[in-house]
């Protein structure tokens, strides 16, 4: 069965961290980039963070640069995102998404090979 599981999420203070990951299942990641997506309850989806398969590329949103950094592990089939300084608008369902090509998930186009289920982060006091 191939899949993407995201885990990691969770109800955070303000100014507090979280680790989210993205684990491949049934298949290897080496040679898919890897995008972070998030929806907020009544918003669209957005793009947060992109990393290619070869991690010379990595892209971030402008609302979150200088706070989240993205990082895979291919041994460990496995792409992170490491959030610091969260702040209320960061709460959101967040998706990971592979696709052979960074450009299209930096693009935003949707139609990604593969997709998670999402993970809660919810950040409040």
């Known amino acids: 069965q191939v899949h993407l599981v995201e885990s990691g999420g969770g109800l955070v203070q303000p100014g507090g961290s979280l680790r989210l990951s993205c684990a491949a299942s049934?298949?290897?990641?080496?040679?898919?980039?890897i995008g972070w997506f998030r929806q907020a309850p009544g918003k669209e989806r957005e793009g947060v963070s992109c990393?290619?398969?070869?991690?010379?590329?990595?892209y971030y949103a402008d609302s979150v640069k200088g706070r989240f950094t993205i990082s895979r592990d291919n041994a460990k089939n496995t792409v992170y995102l490491q959030m610091n300084s969260l702040k209320s608008e960061d709460t959101a369902v967040y998706y990971c998404?592979?696709?052979?090509?960074?450009?299209?998930?930096?693009?935003?186009?949707?139609?990604?090979?593969?997709w998670g289920q999402g993970t809660q982060v919810t950040v409040s006091s």
């Open positions: 049934g298949f290897t990641l080496d040679y898919y980039a």
């Open positions: 990393i290619s398969s070869s991690e010379d590329d990595t």
């Open positions: 998404a592979a696709d052979p090509l960074y450009r299209r998930l930096v693009a935003g186009l949707g139609k990604y090979y593969y």
